[in-house]
């Protein structure tokens, strides 16, 4: 198995390589389910791509319909918007997500993309260029493909 790849089951309607999602634990159902401790062993609002998917088995599940199969997930690249400053290609960036007037802001989702939180320790993989808009407090941004790294 690759590096930093992780074995987990994934609701069979959605175990598609290449599909992405943010995991955001487990259901109340899922305590009494013996094959709850695969299904927990991501980390809690990280963004995740299926890279393989082993079909040879389905297992029965109490929340997807179609039962679960067995996966291989990493953590997914993430597009963010951040200070242009620090914006250099393979540089290393502490993300520290900007503290904006408020939610309502067309660049939020951009600036405070799920999955990375502040403090990650991240690789700006690519520089995109500018950001689509204009940040209402004046920010210079830049859009950036970046990859947490391990801790």
Request: aromatic share 6%; net charge negative; proline share 3%.
């Amino acid at each position: 198995m690759e590096e930093g790849r992780v074995v987990t089951l994934l609701g069979a309607k959605i175990a598609k390589v290449g599909e992405e999602f943010i995991f955001l634990g487990v259901s109340k159902k899922c305590e009494e389910c013996k094959l709850k401790n695969a299904c927990a062993n991501l980390e809690l609002d990280r963004r995740y791509r299926v890279a393989v998917v082993r079909n040879d088995v389905k297992h029965d599940c109490y929340i997807h319909e179609d039962g679960v199969c067995v996966v291989e997930v990493k953590e997914a690249l993430i597009t963010a918007a951040i200070e242009s400053a620090y914006t250099f290609k393979n540089s290393k960036v502490v993300f520290e997500p900007p503290n904006c007037a408020g939610s309502d802001c067309e660049l939020f989702n951009t600036c405070h993309p799920r999955g990375l939180k502040a403090g990650d320790r991240c690789t700006i993989l690519e520089v995109i260029g500018e950001v689509p808009g204009e940040c209402p407090d004046g920010r210079g941004l830049k859009l950036v493909t970046i990859r947490r790294e391990a801790t």
